[in-house]
């Protein structure tokens, strides 16, 4: 009979220690995230390109396209962070060193072929490389001396 009161007496005490709850205290832990969005277009890189008089109208034109021999296109490399990509354009060229005397009729810029006015449609999140080229007309011959030119490329995203 005392061993079966040991026992319960056992069993009370034994599930009220371990019946006890010992609460347990939450940690909180914040976890960051860091970056960078960068809207619109970048420019990553560009090449200048070189100019010389035109093989098939002599000295009445400077320009950076095949038919100036010598010459070579410039190149520019754009990424735009649009989904919907970008559309690139190019303006006239504007002399930005020449001889006084030296007047141009016509001046036209090209982007990969196309008319730099037009511009090009490119894809978004991508690195795109775009041949950027030039040509300047006179209807006088134009004068020898240093000539520099300056298109200013545009990528505006859509």
């Not at 200048?48 to 010598?70: E, M, R």
């Not at 754009?78 to 690139?88: E, K």
């Not at 002399?95 to 982007?111: D, E, G, I, M, Y």
């Amino acid at each position: 009979m005392f061993n079966r009161k040991l026992l319960i007496s056992a069993i009370i005490f034994g599930s009220s220690f371990f019946g006890v709850s010992f609460s347990a205290q939450a940690e909180n832990q914040d976890v960051f995230f860091n970056g960078n969005y960068a809207s619109g277009c970048q420019f990553t890189s560009k090449t200048d390109g070189t100019v010389t008089p035109n093989a098939l109208f002599g000295a009445n034109s400077l320009g950076s396209i095949a038919t100036y021999p010598d010459a070579s296109s410039g190149e520019v490399k754009v990424t735009c962070s649009s989904l919907l990509g970008a559309q690139v354009t190019a303006s006239e060229p504007e002399a930005v060193t020449a001889p006084s005397n030296a007047q141009f009729s016509t001046k036209l810029s090209f982007l990969d072929g196309v008319a730099g006015t037009v511009g090009i449609p490119i894809i978004g999140n991508t690195e795109t490389t775009i041949k950027v080229d030039m040509s300047a007309s006179s209807a006088s011959p134009i004068p020898t001396g240093d000539y520099k030119f300056k298109v200013v490329v545009t990528a505006t995203p859509n």
